[in-house]
T-cell receptor, first 106, second 115 residues
């Protein structure tokens, strides 16, 4: 089955910094989603982005399906952005990356 | 092999049936979750149990009834479902830690079809 790899595994930044999280796939993707697991355990959907670019406030995501990767950009980071970010592929079966743990220090 | 096991993997049921989904985690976690993944829709949180108490119920219809008898087991009891309830149901677990929760670990899901 498809393999999903995320990088970096951990990222520590100061408030106000920008960050880029990456997700690589071993096969083509059709149902890619990005999630944020906040420090209280809730998993929040950020983007459904099988291809192209989407933006929502300080967050944006780009998926280049032909090159099998997706990027999540966070600009002007805030402490509330801390948590674990997952990329997930699939519909019949969901395949999760291992996550990127982001820590934003005040 | 996943530390979160869900059974059955596939389930087909009629609208008048009663069935249950089972989840078991072998990771020593103390929080468990039910999520619903419908086609072409974002993953939806249904229920959260933390330390065996329900702490989240995201406006889920009463035809879905969760049960958490202990920190390792989670059930989702189903009755009088509708065809639009057909979806992939995912169980997850995590650990309550100081400052929040550890990363979620997901099971492989139960593919439910309501006829």
């Amino acid at each position: 089955g498809i393999q999903v790899e995320q990088s970096p595994p951990d990222l520590i930044l100061q408030e106000g910094a920008n960050s880029t999280l990456r997700c690589n796939f071993s096969d083509s993707v059709n149902n890619l989603q990005w999630f944020h697991q906040n420090p209280w355990g809730q998993l929040i959907n950020l983007f459904y982005i099988p291809s192209g670019t989407k933006q929502n406030g300080r967050l944006s995501a780009t998926t280049v399906a032909t090159e099998r990767y997706s990027l999540l950009y966070i600009s002007s980071s805030q402490t509330t952005d801390s948590g674990v970010y997952f990329c997930v592929e699939g519909a019949q079966k969901l395949v999760f990356g291992q996550g990127t743990r982001l820590t934003i220090n005040p | 092999e996943t530390g979160v096991t869900q059974t059955p993997r596939h389930l087909v049921m009629g609208m008048t049936n009663k069935k249950s989904l089972k989840c078991e985690q072998h990771l020593g976690h103390n929080a468990m979750y039910w999520y619903k993944q419908s086609a072409k829709k974002p993953l939806e949180l249904m229920f959260v149990y933390s330390l065996e108490e329900r702490v989240e119920n995201n406006s889920v219809p009463s035809r879905f009834s969760p049960e958490c008898p202990n920190s390792s087991h989670l059930f989702l009891h189903l009755h009088t479902l509708q065809p639009e309830d057909s979806a992939l149901y995912l169980c997850a677990s995590s650990q309550v830690i100081s400052g929040g929760y550890s990363p979620l670990h997901f099971g492989n899901g139960t593919r439910l079809t309501v006829t």
